[in-house]
Structure formats: structure tokens, C-alpha cells
């Protein structure tokens, strides 16, 4: 994500330039990071968890039925495709699926030009099972990335991507949420794989559609005379809901507004290449969402139809019929064989999908199941399958539901039609092996790193990871729904009502379940917020008795100490937790940051080096290494390795700035600023880089290297983009005016950089209020002496004395008013 990215205008956050930053400077808040965000305090909370009432699914008459695509195999060969999905979307909360409150105008539309499927069922209710079976052709259970987070699709398994970039297919994927990262093997096949939503920051995790559409249209002119395969993710309408209010839409319908309107960019923009009839576009939600029904909010745990019925509608101009509606029970794995078909491109052997241009052979079977509930809390999985009328699910509680009768699932046959469901069960135990209670376990296939940990805590999954109960130890999902919702509902009183009305709210929920570990965490974080230590320290120590095998607790206790001021304690327990965890990333982090600070440079060096080899996109922790190695002398060490980083990460921001000023440091200023430039030509949104070469352009010793007007434009380019409201920012922007002797520029930036930073209370700003004190001292000294009125520019290079300084009048500088504009908006913003 880039630093102006925002969801509906989110606040700017503010970057620390290097020059900014101090050793041993403010601990890094980690317990966001732990929290399992879907019950953490979130405003709106519980006007954006208005139950709905679930809604039949209804056509539009005037749609063609259909049993099949009416395309002929190879019918479409040589055309491009645009797969689009919807996360988190649900097929009732649709326009052309019934829905008269919705505003998908862009997908209604798709409709009415395509082919829409009524009865499309995702295989997992999350979002890496799902889309690996989108582009597999294969269950989770073939596939085996059977969870978020803790799974990867294997190399082995063949993509869509693989198959049509074998057959000459330009490949690009653009996706908006950590849980598909490049690290989860969906990139396979892919020439361009686009998941920078990152950032350098750990818990930016997403990026909202407005951010992700202009991407991909840059994507579709750059190779719109290729033949083209784009695969575009759209996150939004996954919780939190914070589309913009838009009337007496509910706030999940306002998201899912929100990405088709993005949709309809893309589209737009498809129509207006003149590539309308040869370009397939499939548009598919990877799951559903609660939404109240079962109990259940949001996803994940549960295989209700609320959270696998989606929608799925493909168009290619007039060439699929024009509006038709194939109403037969079909899977996001008949995706992959039926786009293929029409393709005229064979299809690997052994797909679970079937073609959806050809007939139904028989009655159709389609399977899913959910593990996500075991990865995040250690709840029992649940298997399932279902034909076009009869559904059975398999966990601690079988279940067996007529759809042609009860849609919503709401009454369960199992004991009155035991016949029936034996049938079933037959069927899925022909599917899952024999032993169903095995195929609802699986060890996790991919090691994830503490950074990447974060980033899917801060999306609400994980928990902490698979549970070592035993399948007779995992309560059913369903059973802990009115308990995860209690835990939810009691954080966001913090919100509403107040941090001590969430407390009691924790309180009372600790003591009706006290062998809830998730309770007791959360209540240790209220009592810490506070200021009431002494609980909160019993609390954490409650959790890790209830749970031994996670590190939040060990690092809540720790981070407490460290408040506590008992650093040697602090360190104790985060050796603690890295001898559990040696390649936990906060944990290194934290360490050694306090060992630097106690004195221990050599171990604490050598731990925040290996932190920054998991996730050198932190803000903070590149200049702390480059620091403590310069503490130990070894300016040299810390060149190679930040060259190293640099190689294997050039869009991380924060290493160039880090590289950068090791190269100064060394006296390479013009090295030091190639690095800044090719980073800002990379990225340019990336401030910082814009903020750090700056300054080195009016500091470098080298005069000739010096370049004042460069400097003021870009910092003038920064503070207008981010409102004139970043301290750090108008402190650069102060001192580069200094540097062309505008003095009473400088002094009134410097005094509303000095304001912002007073008011935030942050404690970096603290810092910087002191380096801005210093400045203005300057400045006004400099005022005294009359220097505002003259500025010197080096003598010409065929001045009689070399290195003489000419002195020009300041009303004839060039500047042509540079400034007035500036200083407008810094007197209107006070």
C-alpha cells in the first residue's frame, strides 16, 4: 500500500525519517498485533453488525435457462480473460440474485450481457482454500492449502496461470489482502504478481478496491495488445465494513457497492480498448458472509450456504448468449475446465471441476469443508457435502438439511431421516477417505513468519495456530458463536460507551466461561490499558496457564515489565519466548531493542539482524540495525548487508533510507542519492524517500552537489499532499527554506510542525519538538543577523576567485514565488 492509500480517506500515518531517528527510541505496541482482530474495538461496531434476513434467490425472468455455457469447446480460442473476485460476498446480497436493496449495478449488468449462476458453491468459507480451488480445479483437501495462514499451495499442483502462460498468455495478478500473498504459492504462473499492500508496515494487511482498480487498469493498457490473463482481487466486503454511509444501505451491502463500482472500471476501460468480444470476464465471490444467521458474523468456522453461496457470472461482449442463466449446482472448481474449454487450451488431467459447456452427467456432488476454525481457535472442522436438494454436514454434531424445503438451514433431519443421511455420509467418507475424523485435521504445509503472522491477526485470522486438543477435546464452531460474539461485542464497548464499561463487559464474560483463553487476554489488555498492572499480570498469566503453546501471553508479560520498568525481568521472558519461538519477529525485535538499551550491543545486534531478515519492511527496525552496527564500529558490515537487503527488496523503503544514510555516513553522498532517486522513481508516493533526499540535498557537504530549488519543490509537493500536517514533513520543509535563507518561511513552517507535534502526545514527536526547537533557535538567530537579506549562491566557474561567494538580492533569487503558495496554506491551516 502506498502512503497515501486510505480506505474512504483513512488518516495519513506519519513515517520517521532516519535522520529523525534516535536508538533506543519508543516500544513498539504489540498488542494490536496479537489480538484476534475480529474481536477487537472497532468504531461502528455495532451498527455495522446489523443482523439481515436472508433472502431466497431470484432470477430475472427474462434471463435464457440454460443446463450449460452455451460455447462450444474452443468457441472463445485467442481471447483475453479478466477474472474478478469478491471477497467475502455472498450471492442473495446481489442485484441479479434478488436483492432489490443492492447497488451492483456493474455486476447486474454483467448479467444481463453473460451468463449468471444461480446455485455457484464455494468449497471453504476463507479465502486461500477458496481461490487455490478457483485456480486449481481442485478441493482443499487434493490441493492442501486447506486454511489461511499456516497452508500453502504446492508447486506441484498446476494453476490457471501455469496452463495459459505455457500458451503464450501475458500473466498478471493483483491481489488486496495479506492472506494471499505471494508466500501462499498462488503466484504460480503468474509473470506479474502484485501483493505490495504490505507496505513497510506490519498491520497494514489490505488495500481497498479504489486503491487496487487503478493498478490494474495501468496493467490492462500496458499489455492490451496482448493476449492477456489478469486475475484482480477486490477485498472489501470483508469486515470491517467502512465503505462511505451510503443511504439505508447496510454497511456490508455498501462495500460490495463499493467494488463493483470498481468493477465497472475495469470493465469500462475493457469496453473502451474495443476488446469488449474478446475478452472473457469471470466474476466470482470466494465465500459468503454470516451475517447473523447461525450465530455467525462473519466466516470461516461454519458451512452454512450464508458463507459458500456466491455469486459467479461470466460475460465475453454478446458471444455467451447475452444474458442466460444456468440454474444446475456447480463449484468454484468448475471454473478453471469450463474458462479452459472455451479456450480451446486442454485442461490438466485428474480436476475435480467439471466443463460447464457440456451436459450434467447425473447428479452432481459438490464438497466443502472448513479447517479455519481449528487454525484459529482450535474448534472442530467440518466437513460437507450436498447434491441439488439435500445438504450433510459432518462434525461433532452431524447435520442433514432439506434445501428445496428449508434454504436457510434451519432445522436439522438428521434424526428423523437417518436412511438419507447415512447415504450421504457414505458419500462424503468415498471423497474424504474413510476416517472423516483425520480428514478434518491436516498439519500445516507452510511455515509462516511472525511479520506475516501479524498482518493475518490483523485481517482476524490465526488465533495462534492448530490446537493439540484432541477431536473429542474441539467444541463445534456453532457452540462458541454466542461466545465469540459476547468477547466482540464487550471490546467495541470501548468504543461506545467507554474503556471501563468494555472492562466490566470482559469481566462478566470471564466469569461466566473461565477457561476462555481469548477472555482472559483480552481482559489482561484492558486492565493494562488502564494502568491497573497488577491484573493485568494475573490475567496474562491466567491465558498462558490455559494455553501454554502461545507466545502472545509470554509477550504481553513481557511488554508489561517493560512498562513496569524491570527491563532485566522483560528480557528474561522474551528470551523465554524466543527459545519457543527463535524466529518470532516481534519477539527479536523487542529483545533486542532492550538488550541495545541495556548495553548488550553485541547480542542485541546480531538479534535485531536476524529480525530484520524476516521482514525488513519495518518502519523502525532497518535504522535500528544500521545504528547499533555503527555503535559497534562496523560502518563496513552494515553496508554489505543493506546492499544484500537491497538486492533481494528494492520497494522496501526503509532499507534505502537505512542504505542511504550508511552511504553518507562513509562521505558516498552521490551513491547515497541514486539510492533515494531510484527508489522514488519505483515508488513516488513513498514520501520518506521524497523526505530524506531532500534534506541530503541541501546538507550534502559538497556544495556543487547541492540542489536548493530541487529540495523545496519536493517538500512543498509533500506537505500539500499530506495537508501540511505532518510534523516531520514541515520540519524538512523548514529547514530546506533555511537553507535558501527564505527565514520567515522556515520560522512559521517550523511553528506549525512544532504545534502538530505538541498536540499529537505521541512520544517520537516528543523527540521532534526538541529538533524543531533547535531549528527555530537557528532560524532566528540567522533573522537577527540579517541574513534573510541576502542569499549566497556559488560564485560562476569563471569567477577570478574560486569559491567566492556572490551575493544576490532576495527579491531576485528565482525563486519566481515558490513560496506563496506554501505560505498561504500554512496561515490558513493556522
Request: overall charge negative; some cysteine; aromatic content about 8%.
Amino acid at each position: 500500500m502506498n502512503d497515501t492509500a486510505s480506505k474512504t480517506s483513512r488518516p495519513r500515518r506519519s513515517r520517521r525519517a532516519w535522520w529523525q531517528w534516535v536508538v533506543g527510541g519508543g516500544l513498539l505496541v504489540t498488542a494490536a498485533f496479537f489480538a484476534i482482530v475480529r474481536w477487537a474495538p472497532i468504531p461502528g461496531l455495532r451498527s455495522s453488525l446489523r443482523p439481515v434476513e436472508p433472502r431466497a434467490i431470484r432470477v430475472a425472468a427474462d434471463l435464457q435457462a440454460s443446463e450449460v455455457v452455451p460455447a462450444a469447446s474452443g468457441e472463445l480460442a485467442g481471447c483475453n480473460l479478466l477474472l474478478v473476485t469478491f471477497d467475502t460476498t455472498r450471492a442473495d446480497r446481489i442485484g441479479c440474485y434478488g436483492h432489490d436493496g443492492g447497488r451492483t449495478f456493474t455486476l447486474d449488468q454483467l448479467a444481463r450481457e453473460g451468463v449468471l449462476f444461480s446455485q455457484a458453491i464455494a468449497p471453504a468459507p476463507s479465502t486461500l482454500p477458496s481461490h487455490a480451488s478457483l485456480l486449481t480445479g481442485l478441493y482443499p483437501y487434493h490441493h492442501g492449502a486447506r486454511a489461511n495462514g499456516l497452508f500453502r499451495l504446492d508447486n506441484e499442483y498446476q494453476t490457471l496461470a501455469e496452463v495459459l502462460a505455457a500458451e503464450g498468455y501475458a500473466t498478471g495478478a493483483l491481489v488486496s489482502a495479506a492472506v494471499l500473498e505471494a508466500q501462499y504459492g498462488l503466484d504460480q504462473g503468474f509473470g506479474d504478481y502484485d501483493d505490495e499492500m504490505t507496505s513497510q508496515e506490519l498491520e497494514i494487511a489490505e488495500r481497498t478496491a479504489d486503491e487496487t482498480a487503478p493498478l490494474a487498469e495501468d496493467w490492462l493498457l500496458k499489455h492490451a495488445a496482448d493476449k492477456f490473463f489478469l486475475w484482480v482481487h477486490f477485498y472489501d466486503p470483508h469486515w470491517p465494513y467502512e465503505a462511505p454511509e451510503s443511504g439505508n444501505l447496510h454497511p456490508y451491502d455498501a462495500e460490495i457497492a463499493l467494488a463493483d463500482a470498481q468493477l465497472g472500471r475495469l470493465i469500462g476501460l475493457i469496453d473502451d480498448l474495443g476488446l469488449t468480444n474478446n475478452t472473457l470476464v469471470v466474476v466470482a465471490g470466494d465465500h459468503g458472509e454470516g451475517l447473523g444467521q447461525h450465530d455467525e458474523w462473519m466466516h470461516s468456522s461454519l458451512i452454512y450456504e450464508s458463507t459458500l453461496h456466491v455469486p459467479l457470472i461470466m460475460r465475453c461482449g454478446q458471444r455467451l448468449g447475452g444474458g442466460v442463466h444456468v440454474g444446475r449446482l456447480v463449484s468454484l472448481v468448475d471454473v478453471m475446465p469450463t474458462v479452459l474449454a472455451m479456450l480451446g487450451i486442454d485442461a490438466p488431467a485428474g480436476l475435480d471441476g467439471v466443463d460447464l459447456t457440456r451436459p450434467e452427467e447425473g447428479s452432481r456432488l459438490v464438497f466443502s469443508e472448513t479447517l479455519q476454525g481449528l487454525v484459529d481457535h482450535g474448534w472442530a472442522a467440518l466437513l460437507g457435502v450436498r447434491d441439488a436438494s439435500t445438504k450433510y454436514i459432518y462434525g461433532p454434531r452431524d447435520e442433514l438439511y432439506d434445501l428445496s424445503q428449508d434454504p436457510f438451514e434451519e432445522t436439522n433431519l438428521i434424526a428423523s431421516r437417518e436412511e438419507a443421511a447415512a447415504g450421504m455420509k457414505r458419500q462424503l467418507m468415498a471423497f474424504f477417505g474413510a476416517d472423516l475424523e483425520q480428514a478434518g485435521f491436516a498439519e500445516p504445509t507452510h511455515e509462516l513468519d511472525p511479520a506475516a503472522l501479524a498482518r493475518l491477526q490483523s485481517l482476524g485470522y490465526l488465533g495462534g495456530g492448530v490446537n493439540a486438543r484432541t477431536a473429542a477435546e474441539r467444541p463445534h464452531p456453532i457452540d462458541m458463536m454466542p461466545i465469540q460474539q459476547r468477547v466482540l461485542t464487550a471490546l467495541g464497548l470501548e468504543k461506545t460507551e467507554g474503556l471501563a464499561e468494555s472492562t466490566r463487559a470482559l469481566e462478566k464474560v470471564v466469569r461466566d466461561y473461565p477457561d476462555l483463553y481469548t477472555g482472559h487476554l483480552s481482559l489482561g489488555r484492558a486492565y493494562r490499558k488502564a494502568g491497573d498492572l497488577e491484573r493485568a499480570e494475573a490475567e496474562f498469566a491466567r491465558s498462558l496457564e490455559l494455553d501454554p503453546e502461545r507466545w502472545e501471553p509470554l509477550m504481553a508479560l513481557a511488554s508489561l515489565r517493560v512498562r513496569q520498568n524491570e527491563t532485566a525481568e522483560a528480557i528474561e521472558l522474551y528470551r523465554a519466548a524466543g527459545e519457543r519461538y527463535p524466529e518470532n519477529f516481534l519477539v527479536l525485535k523487542e529483545l533486542g531493542r532492550l538488550l541495545i538499551q541495556t548495553g548488550e550491543f553485541d547480542e542485541g545486534t546480531e538479534t535485531l539482524t536476524k529480525a530484520l531478515a524476516i521482514w525488513p519492511r519495518d518502519e523502525a527496525l532497518p535504522d535500528m540495525v544500521a545504528d547499533a552496527m555503527l555503535l559497534l564500529n562496523r560502518p563496513d558490515e552494515a553496508l554489505e548487508l543493506f546492499q544484500g537487503l537491497l538486492a533481494e527488496h528494492p520497494d522496501a523503503p526503509m532499507i534505502r533510507n537505512a542504505l542511504s544514510r550508511l552511504f553518507s555516513i562513509k562521505n558516498r553522498y552521490a551513491e547515497a542519492m541514486v539510492v533515494l532517486r531510484e527508489g522514488i522513481q519505483r515508488a513516488p508516493e513513498k514520501l520518506s524517500l521524497v523526505n530524506n533526499l531532500a534534506f541530503l540535498l541541501v546538507t550534502v557537504p559538497d556544495e556543487s552537489m547541492r540542489r536548493h530549488q530541487e529540495a523545496i519543490a519536493m517538500m512543498e509537493r509533500v506537505c500539500f499532499e499530506t495537508g501540511y500536517q505532518d510534523p516531520r514533513y514541515l520540519h524538512t520543509l523548514s529547514m530546506v527554506y533555511s537553507g535558501k535563507l527564505r527565514l520567515d518561511e522556515a520560522i512559521l513552517v517550523a511553528e506549525k510542525a512544532r504545534k502538530i507535534a505538541v498536540a499529537s502526545g505521541k512520544p517520537h514527536d516528543a523527540q521532534l519538538v526538541q529538533g524543531i526547537a533547535l531549528s527555530l533557535q537557528s532560524y532566528r538567530q540567522a533573522k537577527e543577523q540579517g541574513l534573510d537579506l541576502i542569499r549566497y549562491v556559488p560564485r560562476p566557474p569563471d569567477a577570478e576567485e574560486a569559491g567566492e561567494a556572490t551575493p544576490v538580492d532576495a527579491e531576485t533569487a528565482g525563486d519566481d514565488g515558490a513560496g506563496a503558495e506554501t505560505q498561504d496554506q500554512v496561515n490558513d491551516d493556522g
